[in-house]
């Protein structure tokens, strides 16, 4: 099979990727028109790196917001010290980089014609078609869970409102309330995130509301960096975090918004402020375009992102099914850069470069100590792969270096240099 | 491939923040740092982890991008 050999060509492959990379702009030839759907990391990094790899490329952006706020950070906003203003970004980067941005919501996709059909009934054509929906919610997942349900007890698990409702809602709780948080199964958008949002708010809690305490029902038995987190949840917040593991009675089976109560196997819990994150699927248009299986996600080539279903149609980000990769921001990030080089290549006439995916999530357990899991992923007959014996979580044991402090020094850095690279 | 690194070292190796900026490093320099990186012989938090997934072949590639950046 072609694919496997190309794979096993290792440093060959390497260096090939590396010239398309480093090619000349508008050296690469073919023109060609595409439509990106989604402005987020995703949708955007890949609109981006196609202007900078063919400057002859037509590449349009079809986006529903004027602004796109980031899921990351959110969890700041959430525990008060970051402002919506410093998690959102217009899109004068992506228009000076010769992008064009579509106000609109794409509605359908005809493979056949290669169109897709905006919710005014306006039509765009394309040679090639990349979906970054990012997540849908799925309201049904959850008995008692609702779109009404989530007014009073948010999930925040899509920012704007909903972030500035759970926030709210925890200025106002009074000291000594319990504060509960409600993660899904896997598979689900940012796999640390909940357990960075119990960490900040116990840390809001710690300097303005120590007697209360935070009740975590997971669907889980176990989650991304628990170890650290853990650990720091014992040296930061003793005594205020109880987290339940699935197998312990975490998993939720209803939820009662009017009382304020989450069943679980152990009985009926009160919280003063609920957060619950629903389980999640691909976003409406994935579905709608017919790239989306039975599971909710979208199946893709793991070495250019092209969607196995639908011949000339891209996913990438949360949407994607990516193997090892985790549902994040700079996933989706170099997602984006592997399928703008695969496009490229492909309207070129060209056979895809080997890709190279990577991942770091930083998560801030307080403003001040940060950890964090980084992977280089191989790709190969088995799919998307961490690379063996490297990559992984934050050192267990501080050094002199002061890892923690650094680490969270190097999470904002973080924030301003992907944020920058994708909409700067 | 050196474009991943633009997540934490900038777009185009130029960073914004205190994670070192990679544009105008020459090859050798590259090298040198992912090699101490991936050996153990330069302490790392991030940088040590990620520099072990690469072969000395692919740091050289690697090297030889980021010294175009300007």
Same mark, same amino acid.
């Given at each position: 099979?072609?694919?496997?050999?190309?794979?096993?060509?290792?440093?060959?492959?390497?260096?090939?990727?590396?010239?398309?990379?480093?090619?000349?702009?508008?050296?690469?030839?073919?023109?060609?028109?595409?439509?990106?759907?989604?402005?987020?990391?995703?949708?955007?990094?890949?609109?981006?790196?196609?202007?900078?790899?063919?400057?002859?490329?037509?590449?349009?952006?079809?986006?529903?917001?004027?602004?796109?706020? &980031?899921?990351?950070?959110?969890? !700041?906003?959430?525990?008060?010290?970051?402002?919506?203003?410093?998690?959102?970004?217009?899109?004068?980067?992506?228009?000076?980089?010769?992008?064009?941005?579509?106000? @609109?919501?794409?509605?359908?996709?005809?493979?056949?014609?290669?169109?897709? &059909?905006?919710?005014?009934?306006?039509?765009?054509? $394309?040679?090639?078609?990349?979906?970054?929906?990012?997540?849908?919610?799925?309201?049904?997942?959850?008995?008692?869970?609702?779109?009404?349900?989530?007014?009073?007890?948010?999930?925040?698990?899509?920012?704007?409102?909903?972030?500035?409702?759970?926030?709210?809602?925890?200025?106002?709780?009074?000291?000594?309330?319990? =504060?509960?948080?409600?993660?899904?199964?896997?598979?689900?958008? !940012?796999? /640390?995130?909940?357990?960075?949002?119990?960490?900040?708010?116990? $840390?809001?809690?710690?300097?303005?509301?120590?007697?209360?305490?935070?009740?975590?029902?997971?669907?889980?038995?176990?989650?991304?960096?628990?170890?650290?987190?853990?650990?720091? $949840?014992?040296?930061? =917040?003793?005594?205020?975090?109880?987290?339940?593991?699935?197998?312990?009675?975490?998993?939720?089976?209803?939820?009662?918004?009017?009382?304020?109560?989450?069943?679980?196997?152990? @009985?009926?819990?009160?919280?003063?402020?609920?957060?619950?994150?629903?389980?999640?699927? %691909?976003?409406?248009?994935?579905?709608?375009?017919?790239?989306?299986?039975?599971? @909710? $996600? !979208?199946?893709?080539? /793991?070495?250019?992102? %092209?969607?196995?279903?639908?011949?000339?149609?891209?996913?990438?980000?949360?949407?994607?099914?990516?193997?090892?990769?985790?549902?994040?921001?700079?996933?989706?990030?170099?997602?984006?850069?592997?399928?703008?080089?695969?496009?490229?290549?492909?309207?070129?006439?060209?056979?895809?470069?080997?890709?190279?995916?990577?991942?770091? !999530?930083?998560?801030?357990?307080?403003?001040?100590y940060g950890i964090s899991v980084a992977d280089v992923y191989q790709v190969n007959e088995k799919g998307i792969t961490p690379t063996p014996d490297a990559g992984g979580v934050s050192v267990r044991t501080p050094t002199a270096l002061n890892e923690r402090k650094l680490e969270a020094d190097y999470t904002y850095n973080w924030y301003t240099n992907i944020t920058a690279d994708i909409w700067g | 491939m050196a474009q991943t690194c633009y997540v934490c070292h900038g777009p185009d190796g130029r960073s914004g923040g205190p994670v070192a900026s990679l544009a105008g490093l020459p090859r050798e320099h590259i090298v040198r740092q992912m090699t101490e990186f991936r050996t153990g012989r330069r302490p790392g938090t991030v940088m040590n982890r990620i520099a072990r997934s690469y072969s000395e072949e692919q740091i050289g590639a690697i090297a030889e991008f980021i010294a175009t950046l300007k």
């Amino acid at each position: 099979m072609a694919a496997t050999r190309r794979f096993v060509l290792g440093m060959a492959g390497a260096a090939a990727a590396l010239g398309t990379i480093g090619r000349p702009a508008l050296a690469q030839g073919a023109a060609g028109k595409v439509v990106v759907i989604g402005a987020g990391f995703g949708g955007a990094t890949t609109a981006r790196y196609l202007r900078r790899a063919n400057a002859a490329l037509d590449v349009t952006v079809v986006e529903r917001e004027e602004r796109f706020i &980031t899921c990351p950070f959110s969890n !700041c906003v959430i525990a008060g010290f970051r402002h919506m203003e410093q998690i959102t970004h217009g899109f004068d980067g992506l228009r000076k980089a010769g992008v064009n941005v579509v106000k @609109g919501e794409a509605a359908g996709v005809d493979p056949a014609a290669r169109t897709v &059909t905006l919710g005014d009934g306006s039509r765009l054509s $394309w040679d090639r078609l990349v979906l970054s929906p990012g997540i849908d919610l799925n309201f049904t997942g959850l008995p008692g869970y609702s779109e009404a349900a989530a007014e009073m007890m948010p999930h925040a698990w899509k920012p704007g409102a909903q972030t500035l409702l759970l926030r709210r809602q925890l200025e106002a709780m009074p000291d000594g309330g319990t =504060f509960i948080v409600c993660p899904p199964a896997n598979p689900f958008r !940012c796999p /640390p995130g909940p357990y960075e949002r119990v960490s900040v708010v116990a $840390w809001y809690f710690r300097n303005n509301k120590p007697k209360s305490k935070i009740l975590v029902f997971d669907a889980k038995d176990s989650f991304s960096k628990q170890g650290l987190f853990q650990a720091a $949840w014992e040296s930061e =917040f003793p005594g205020m975090i109880t987290w339940v593991a699935g197998r312990d009675g975490g998993k939720v089976e209803s939820v009662d918004a009017g009382a304020m109560a989450v069943t679980t196997a152990f @009985g009926v819990q009160k919280g003063a402020v609920v957060n619950v994150i629903p389980p999640q699927r %691909a976003g409406a248009i994935a579905h709608a375009a017919g790239v989306a299986a039975e599971n @909710g $996600w !979208c199946p893709v080539n /793991p070495a250019t992102f %092209a969607s196995t279903r639908v011949p000339g149609v891209y996913v990438v980000g949360d949407a994607a099914i990516a193997g090892a990769m985790p549902k994040s921001g700079s996933a989706a990030n170099t997602q984006g850069k592997v399928v703008a080089a695969a496009i490229v290549d492909s309207l070129a006439g060209r056979s895809p470069a080997p890709p190279a995916l990577f991942n770091v !999530c930083y998560s801030l357990v307080t403003p001040d100590y940060g950890i964090s899991v980084a992977d280089v992923y191989q790709v190969n007959e088995k799919g998307i792969t961490p690379t063996p014996d490297a990559g992984g979580v934050s050192v267990r044991t501080p050094t002199a270096l002061n890892e923690r402090k650094l680490e969270a020094d190097y999470t904002y850095n973080w924030y301003t240099n992907i944020t920058a690279d994708i909409w700067g | 491939m050196a474009q991943t690194c633009y997540v934490c070292h900038g777009p185009d190796g130029r960073s914004g923040g205190p994670v070192a900026s990679l544009a105008g490093l020459p090859r050798e320099h590259i090298v040198r740092q992912m090699t101490e990186f991936r050996t153990g012989r330069r302490p790392g938090t991030v940088m040590n982890r990620i520099a072990r997934s690469y072969s000395e072949e692919q740091i050289g590639a690697i090297a030889e991008f980021i010294a175009t950046l300007k």
